[in-house]
Structure formats: C-alpha cells, structure tokens
C-alpha cells in the first residue's frame, strides 16, 4: 500500500511510542497493581498491608464468624446480581425500542436519515451526569410525573409515587443514557441491508414473522449484538444512574467500588469488587469474539 | 367494483409498519424531553427547582457571578484543551503509523491497546488511577487529571483520525513523491491538510469527552482541582437550586454546538470515512 510516511520501523516505533508508552503507564500498570492489591490485607485508613489474602474475594460471598468460621452471606452478591440483572433489563429495553427506532430510520429517504442520526447522536455527546440529572426532576418527590396527581389531589401532601430511589428509576436512567449506542449500530446494519432480499421472501409468500426471523434478524445481527454490547457493558459498571437515582440504597457494582475506595476505605475488597467487574466485562467481550469469529467483527464503536 | 379484488396478495410492503412513526417520534420526545425540563427549570425564579414560580434568568447570573463555579469551568477548560492537544497530537503519529506503515507484527495488538480505554469500566479506570498516583506519590494538582484525560482521550481521537487515513486517496501523495518532493514535504504539504478535518474531528471529540468526564476525575481531582461536573455533582448532593439547572444547561449547550459542528465537519469533503 502506500509508502507514507512512516516506514523505516525506527519511525514506525516513534510515532507509536507515546500513545503505547501512555496507555501502558496509566491504564495498564494501575489496572495490574488493582489485580495485586485485590490479593493482600486492608490497613484501617485505607492503603494495604503487604501480605498475601484470598479474603477479598471470599468476603463477597462469605462473612468471617468471631470464631474464624465463615457463613454465607449473600449481601454483596446481591449487588453483583443486581448489576447484572439492571444492566440486561436495560439492554433489552433499549432493544426494544431501539430496533424499530432503527428500522424506522433505515426505511427513510437518505437525507432525512443523516438528520435523524445526528439527532439521536447529540444527547449521547451531552453529559452523562447532568442528563441523568434531569431524570431526578422527573421522577422525584414533586417532580414532573408525580405533580399532576398532586394537582389532581390523587396524591396527597407529603405522599410520593415512590419512583425515585429504586430498581425501576435505576433501569429507565441507564436506558436514557445508552440507547444511541442500541440505535445507531442497529440502524448501520439495517441501512445496508438490501430491501430487496426482503422483498424477494414476501413474493415467495413468507409470512411477516418468517420473513423478519429469517431474513431481517441474520442480516441485521451483528448490529444487533454491537448495540447489546454498547449498551450493557457501560451498564454494568455504571457510576452515575445507582448513584444519583438508586439514592444509595440500590448498589451496583459501580457505586460499591467506589464506596470501598472513598467511605469504608477497604482497598482490597474494593480491587476484587473492581477485578470481578472487569472480569464479567471481558467474559462478554471474550464471548462475543467468539459469537462473531463467522462474520467480520462488528466495529467497536464509541 | 365489489368485493375484494381476486389478485390483491400484494400487501402493504414490509417494511410500512404502522405506528413506526409515532414510535420514533416518541423516541425523540423521550430523549430530548429531558434536557428540556432541566433547562427550562433553569429559569424558574424560586429557589425549589420543581416548584415553578415564575420566569427568570437570576440564577444564570448567580451561577456567572459564583467564583467556584467560575474556577471550577476554568478547570475544565484548561484541562480539556491541555488533555486534547497532547492526546491528538499522539493518536495522530499512532494513527499515521498504524495506516500508512504497512502491516507489521504487533500491529493489532497496539489497535487493541489504544482501544483498551474504551473496554475497561470507567470506574475501574478511575480507582485504578487514583491508587496509582497516590502510590508514586505523583501530585501535580490539575496535572493528575490531565494525564488521566490524556488516557482516556486517545481512543477517541485516533477513531476519526485512523477513519480519515483509511478513506483517503493516496495517488496524491505518490503524485507528489513522483515529483520529488521530500517525504517531509509531502507530509507537510499533501498529507496532512488532507487529514486535517480527520484531526480536527479526533480533537473535537476528545475535548467533548474530556469536558464530561465526571467518574475518573471525581475521584483522581485534588481539593482545589474540581472540574465543573465534578462541582454539579457536588451541587446536587448538597440539595437542587435552579442554579445547578442554569450551570448544566450551558455545559449542555456546549456540548450540543460542538458535536453538531463535528457531525458538519465529517460530512462535507471527499474521502470522509464515517464507521
């Protein structure tokens, strides 16, 4: 191919070295010195002890008895449940809606298509934390949904439709911030696909239902499985929506790192938290890999 | 005529669902909605944001005449260009690498590495960061953060980049080659105003990704080294005023013009590679 303008491997290394060097020395190092860390002994005011423990990891599942025996205790992997079953429940909603969305905009005149990428992709661009912000003036006490019961005297003064701080408020936040990235790769791979094919099964007279698992759904599948990926590993490890709409009370496993790293200052239990997380985000990636080895890989998108 | 003619099999083409349009433009009510209610509260005049009183801009002009509000902004600022310059700077020579040396042994997973930031879960990155920093005893104030920016930007410079290289035409650099020009000033001369917009575009997107950041520089930012997400944040959980709205709507409104002009600056000129 071309002959520009790095060839000589001298060069070649140069313009590598600093975008290598940097991701090396603060991403890579810092994520390996976690792993170590999730291995020793936690010192009180935060900080480790350097001395070789599995306890991190067994204290998810167990608790340490006075008596040095330990007991089941399903507390935290609750919130590692939790994080999984929030971060589905949000993928497949935004699947849900999603798709048609895509459809939709496959199935538009060319230029119409562009505006609406641009309009979907806008928010997506806008900060994460104020948008997710915008949800507490909605679902919260006196908020947007509640204050036309409260005018309709349906709710009374100090009652509350209870939307905020739960499950619920968790998922449709982690729903509004991920949906473009469901939409978009959907849509890439609908837009391509050739309406034609479609065309062809109905005239052979396939049902609508045959038409769209047979048809549709393997043309559009790898936009499909990049847009569940998009959405659920950022869900997964989500900071924010626990945060600001779970109130504290609904862990993910986002917030529970953070939590061991600031407030109970336990580094170890917060690295293994931290290293469990990582590792459910690679098995996906890793599975996915293999999900895809048929067909080129789904690009990685932002 | 009467009845239902024989030979109609031909239905209503498969793709027409009906109610599709609805849906999308429900769709977009449920993502823009949102973004309207907070800046719309941003002009109520009472102190409670959910308690609509009245029309006024006074909590804009609070928010301008807040001195940590102020500070923290220019934080923000001069992170994000910092972090910008330096990660567009290295994606760019990465990307040239990567899409004009040949293929060479490692070459994927040096691609791997610098998507790395985009598979590792922010808040891992951001504990991860903040034990590392502490461990080498690394203080630099806002020089913390702008390593860390400079980290997670990378990734998000080199795509637009790398998708600019790939999609141009390279007959023109050979055509310059041909006629002796040196590499230097092929580069200087026909490369890269050609990759210009590619750049401008990785640029962009970084300083938008480096103004929202809010998870790795909560938790990597020093006292006095507070961005202005990081001072929303703070805001809302000291209880909501208007004021925190007014703030949000102008970091909105940033965002929204910057990654409008991108979309403009991406899609006009020739050999634009979009994904």
New interface residues.
């Given amino acids: ?7 000589a ?1 001298l ?2 290394t ?3 070295l ?3 060097a ?3 020395a ?6 390996a ?2 792993a170590v ?1 999730s291995f020793l002994v936690p010192r009180s005011f935060g900080g480790v002890e350097w001395t070789f423990s599995t306890d991190a990891y067994v204290q998810i599942l167990f608790e340490r008895m006075l008596d040095d025996s330990l007991r089941f205790s399903p507390g935290y992997l609750m919130i590692v449940l939790r994080s999984f079953g929030l971060a589905l429940l949000a993928t497949v909603s935004c699947l849900l ?1 999603g798709f ?2 895509a ?3 496959a ?1 538009r005149p060319p230029g119409e298509r ?1 505006l ?1 990428v ?6 997506f ?7 997710t ?6 679902l ?5 949904i509640e ?1 036309p019961f409260r005018w309709a005297g349906i709710l009374d003064q100090g009652a509350t439709l209870g939307l905020m701080y739960s499950n619920l408020a968790i998922t449709v936040g982690l729903t ?1 911030t991920f ?2 990235l469901m939409v978009l790769p959907i849509y ?1 791979s609908l837009e391509k696909l050739d ?1 034609s094919l ?2 062809a ?2 005239d052979l007279y396939s049902s ?1 239902l045959a ?1 769209f698992r047979r048809v549709v759904i393997p043309l559009a599948r790898p936009g499909i499985i990049a847009g569940c990926l998009l959405v659920f ?2 869900s ?2 989500a ?2 929506q626990p945060d ?1 709409l779970g109130g504290g009370k609904k862990l993910m ?2 917030t529970l ?2 939590f061991q ?1 600031t407030t109970a200052r336990n ?1 170890p239990f ?2 293994a938290i ?1 290293m469990v ?2 590792a459910l ?1 690679m098995v996906v ?1 890793i599975l996915h890999a293999r999900a895809a080895r048929p067909h080129p890989a789904p ?4 | 005529m009467t009845g239902p003619r024989p030979a109609a099999r031909r239905r209503r083409p498969f793709g027409e669902v009906p109610g599709l349009g609805t849906l999308a433009a429900g769709f977009l009510v449920f993502l823009y909605a949102p973004i309207a209610v907070l800046v719309a509260y941003s002009f109520n005049a009472g102190s409670i944001v959910m308690v609509w009183t009245g029309f006024s801009t006074d909590w804009y002009a609070r928010a301008f005449a807040n001195a940590d509000i102020r500070q923290a902004a220019f934080n923000s600022l001069v992170v994000a260009v910092t972090a910008t310059a330096i990660a567009t700077v290295v994606a760019t020579l990465a990307a040239l690498v990567l899409a004009r040396g040949g293929r060479f042994r490692g070459s994927e997973a040096v691609l791997g590495l610098i998507s790395l930031p985009l598979m590792v879960p922010e808040i891992v990155t951001a504990v991860a960061v903040l034990v590392f920093f502490s461990g080498i005893g690394l203080n630099l104030g806002l020089g913390n953060v702008v390593i860390a920016h400079v980290t997670f930007c990378i990734p998000f410079a080199f795509m637009p980049i790398r998708a600019r290289l790939d999609g141009m035409d390279t007959t023109l650099e050979q055509a310059a080659q041909d006629l002796y020009a040196s590499e230097w000033a092929t580069f200087r001369l026909v490369t890269l105003p050609l990759l210009m917009p590619g750049v401008l575009a990785g640029a962009m997107l970084s300083f938008v990704i480096s103004m929202d950041d809010f998870i790795i520089t909560m938790m990597v930012a020093g006292a006095g080294d507070t961005t202005l997400p990081v001072y929303i944040y703070s805001m809302i959980r000291h209880g909501i005023t208007p004021e925190v709205n007014a703030v949000s709507s102008i970091l909105l409104l940033v965002s929204i013009v910057l990654v409008t002009l991108y979309w403009f600056m991406t899609r006009t000129g020739p050999g634009t590679a979009r994904r």
């Fill in positions: 191919m071309a002959l520009l303008p790095a060839r491997p060069r070649r140069l313009g590598l600093p975008a290598v940097i991701i090396l603060f991403m890579v190092v810092p994520v010195i976690m860390f809606v048609p969305v459809w939709f905009m199935r562009n609406w641009l309009l979907i992709t806008i928010p661009w806008t900060n994460q934390l104020v948008r912000f915008a949800w507490i003036i909605i919260g006490r006196n908020g947007v204050a509004y949906i473009p890439a309406f479609v065309e099964a109905a609508r038409t590993i950022p997964l490890g900071f924010i600001l496993l986002g790192v953070q790293f580094w917060g690295a931290a997380l990582l985000v990636l690009g990685g998108g932002q």
